[in-house]
């Protein structure tokens, strides 16, 4: 099996378009096909800051749900959408607030679908997914190593938002830590969450979240070949949202 995993796209429909068709990807009925039969897998954190958060959830759910073509895993951005929609008590913002902005203006019939799209495509996807054939596990923030094959609360917590430290950065998100600098699986894991300028690749670990909605790329990683294909934003660069390794 061949796969193309993509970065957190975050609602920048267009350049997940061009995305394909730099992978060579052509339309079937409006999803991308590729020619060698190479599977698509969205990292998590299709929704939120983005332009187009709504469309990007029905260009996916084409893909993964009514097609059959490609996989998906949530991201922590997801599961406080799901959780929006189920109507639970959500802080809406840190990107939120620009995805619930564009559901609240559609008609009470497109909200229905959105929303069932949606909650169906998060439903049905795993927390995280193990590829054994290309000896990788894909996990939007993350995973431990003695972790892979299980699920618990504190895992799925790990994997959809990462380990954070206690303390706040400026704009009151959590400041993270940097699991990936102590992982020592022979699994590789590909995951996002954390925006870097260009793909971090540390013991047997790859983050792939390039950061598009901040203006930077948006960027795919294609296993087995490990070769990146990207392309580049068409928003306005933000440094400050990028996170610097030493």
Known sequence: M???IIGDVHGC?????QLFTELGYSYENGVPVHPEGRIPLFIGDITDRGPHSLKTIAFVWDIVIEARRGLYIPGNH???LYRFFLGNDVQVKHGLETTVEEYRYLSNRQ???VRAQFMQLFEEAPVYLELPEINTVAA???IRAQDIGDLNKRIRAFVLYGPVTGNKLRDGRPERVDWALNYSGSRRVVY???PVLEPRFINNTVNIDTGCVFGNKLTALR??????VQVPSMLTFQPDNFRAFG
């Open 13 to 17: 429909l267009e350049e997940l378009k």
């Open 223 to 228: 296993l087995p070949e490990e070769e990146i």
């Open 140 to 142: 939007h923030a993350g």
């Open 2 to 4: 061949a796969y193309d």
């Open 78 to 80: 997801c599961d406080k």
């Open 111 to 113: 909200q229905k679908t």
């Open 192 to 194: 996002g969450h954390t």
